[in-house]
């Protein structure tokens, strides 16, 4: 069994929910069923992943693996999204506590505390194969988690939000208020949503948003990734996360690092400042009475 030897203890299943109903779920050898008959889901339990996402689903991320990690070892890649993030993240995360990295990718680019139980959820099969560095592997999707409400003490999204799109622009803002609802629930009171997003400049932001339902229609699912003004995010969490406290700060990578902004064109360099993006990192903490619905 390709599990890494981690298998599937009970405090890991007890959080565990129908991803439909969010009612609990009966588990046999390597099954799960929602308990509440008339809904009737099934997840399967394969290698140690419990697959929430079904049968015949394929990531375009699963081709990608090694293009991810070959990007993130890249010394300028690193310089520029991943060394203070992890920094930042890790200073962040509570001792103890559940964990929940949703779009965890091959492997955590950050160390969570020793103490903590770490739950990696994505959208590739592969990457969830690969990925040695969490407890708990689920293969779904972050609008439809798997987990009882109020049952996390962190989320993280180490550059997930911009992967969250659909077919045109208002759909793909109905997907973000959806994954952002969807870490509301799950979140404990005084929880919270750690993001780091790469946030576009005003020209870019203006060209995207005149031109992406259309480029959207001539490229399909080639095109894959939609970027949130930090002004646009901050306004769609604000509402999908209501009464949440927000945080956020602006990483400033040493303007001269030479990096390939496209982690498929590794060859394509250029300098951080020329790059037309913000690279941030957004906290939002939930209210003690909770997500105000
Ligand atoms: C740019 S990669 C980032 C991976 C990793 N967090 C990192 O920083 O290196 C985005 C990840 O999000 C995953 N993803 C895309 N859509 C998703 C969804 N709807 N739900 C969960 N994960 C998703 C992809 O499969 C991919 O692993
Ligand atoms: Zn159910």
């Not at 962190?154 to 952002?180: D, I, K, N, P």
Request: hydrophobic share 45%; net charge positive; with cysteine.
């Amino acid at each position: 069994v390709d599990d890494h030897g981690v298998g599937l203890a009970p405090r890991l299943e007890g959080l565990l929910a129908c991803p439909r109903c969010h009612g609990p779920l009966a588990r046999t050898a390597d099954m799960f069923r929602c308990r509440h008959a008339p809904c009737g889901f099934q997840a399967s339990l394969v290698d140690g992943i419990v697959n929430v996402a079904g049968a015949g689903v394929s990531s375009f991320f699963d081709s990608k693996v090694p293009v991810m990690l070959h990007g993130a070892d890249d010394p300028g890649s690193h310089a520029v999204f991943y060394a203070e993030q992890a920094r930042a993240v890790e200073e962040a995360l509570p001792e103890a506590g559940v964990i929940v990295d949703v779009g965890c990718g091959p492997r955590l680019m950050y160390t969570p505390p020793p103490t903590a139980t770490v739950i990696g959820v994505d959208l590739s099969y592969e990457s969830l194969r690969y990925n040695k560095d969490v407890h708990l592997r689920i293969f779904g999707t972050a609008t439809a988690l798997p987990l009882l409400r109020a049952s996390v003490d962190t989320v993280v999204c180490f550059y997930l939000l911009h992967h969250l799109v659909a077919r045109s622009r208002a759909e793909t803002s109905g997907v973000l208020v959806g994954a952002l609802r969807e870490f509301g629930r799950v979140l404990r009171p005084g929880g919270r949503l750690l993001v780091f997003e790469v946030s576009p400049w005003a020209p870019v932001w203006a060209l995207q948003r005149v031109g992406w339902d259309t480029a959207k229609r001539l490229l399909g699912p080639k095109l894959d990734m939609f970027f949130w003004a930090r002004s646009h995010l901050l306004r769609i969490a604000g509402e999908a996360l209501a009464g949440a406290e927000v945080t956020h700060h602006t990483f400033r990578a040493a303007r001269w690092t030479m990096f390939p902004p496209v982690f498929a064109l590794p060859r394509l360099r250029i300098p951080r400042a020329l790059y037309p993006f913000d690279i941030c990192m957004y906290c939002w903490r939930i209210p003690r009475e909770g997500v105000v619905t």
